[in-house]
T-cell receptor, first 111, second 114 residues
Framework: GQQVMQIPQYQHVQEGEDFTTYCNSS?????IQWYKQRPGGHPVFLIQ?????EVKKQKRLTFQFGEAKKNSSLHITATQTTDVGTYFC???????????FGDGTTLTVKP | DTAVSQTPKYLVTQMGNDKSIKCEQN?????MYWYKQDSKKFLKIMFS???????INETVPNRFSPKSPDKAHLNLHINSLELGDSAVYFC?????????????FGPGTRLTVL
């Protein structure tokens, strides 16, 4: 079955440093979504990427979808304490089936 | 207005008991899900219903039984609770199309089995 791997599992950064989490699928995806879960909260949708090589930005967050549509990354520039939480990718198979969540990357930011 | 709501928010119970968690969405979505999140934050899908019909049933013990009385509700009943069932359970909903399937999550139910 489809597997979605996400690395690293944990990342600790100093406020102001950059952060990147990577997502890799065992199969080609029709789309990839990113979610953020604040401590004690629930996952909240951030963005969806559909096209090969697509890049989208949301303020300090940059999302990329690989050319082969099997990998994706989320990059945060100049982290702030409000960025803490767990970031999940979710990849949807090409048969428009279910989305499979990665294991998440938990980000902590030291002020 | 809460889009996806779950009750209860916290559930503490003894091993061997039976308990239910309720979920309701007011978004008019056609698909609802149950996820289990363990202490390592891994988010694992358990079930998915589309228009009241079961479409995803992952490898979940048959002590877990979902019930969807209508499109807006998906409840989870758990029989003979075990220590390993302790986790946060999230309900989610989405309006699934060929190109889009953004999921909206409920606030979660923290289940503690003693």
């Amino acid at each position: 079955g489809q597997q979605v791997m996400q690395i690293p599992q944990y990342q600790h950064v100093q406020e102001g440093e950059d952060f990147t989490t990577y997502c890799n699928s065992s199969t080609t995806l029709s789309n990839i979504q990113w979610y953020k879960q604040r401590p004690g909260g629930h996952p909240v949708f951030l963005i969806q990427l559909v096209k090969s090589g697509e890049v989208k930005k949301q303020k300090r967050l940059t999302f990329q979808f690989g050319e082969a549509k099997k990998n994706s990354s989320l990059h945060i520039t100049a982290t702030q304490t409000t960025d803490v939480g767990t970031y999940f990718c979710a990849g949807r198979g090409t048969n428009a089936g279910k989305s499979t969540f990665g294991d998440g990357t938990t980000l902590t930011v030291k002020p | 207005d809460t889009a996806v709501s779950q009750t209860p928010k916290y559930l503490v119970t003894q091993m061997g008991n039976d308990k239910s968690i309720k979920c309701e969405q007011n978004l008019g979505h056609d698909t609802m899900y149950w996820y289990k999140q363990d202490s390592k934050k891994f988010l694992k899908i358990m079930f998915s219903y589309n228009n009241k019909e079961l479409i995803i049933n992952e490898t979940v013990p048959n002590r877990f039984s979902p019930k969807s009385p209508d499109k807006a509700h998906l409840n989870l009943h758990i029989n003979s609770l075990e220590l390993g069932d302790s986790a946060v359970y999230f309900c989610a909903s989405s309006q699934v199309s060929r190109s889009y399937n953004e999921q909206f999550f409920g606030p979660g139910t923290r289940l503690t089995v003693l």
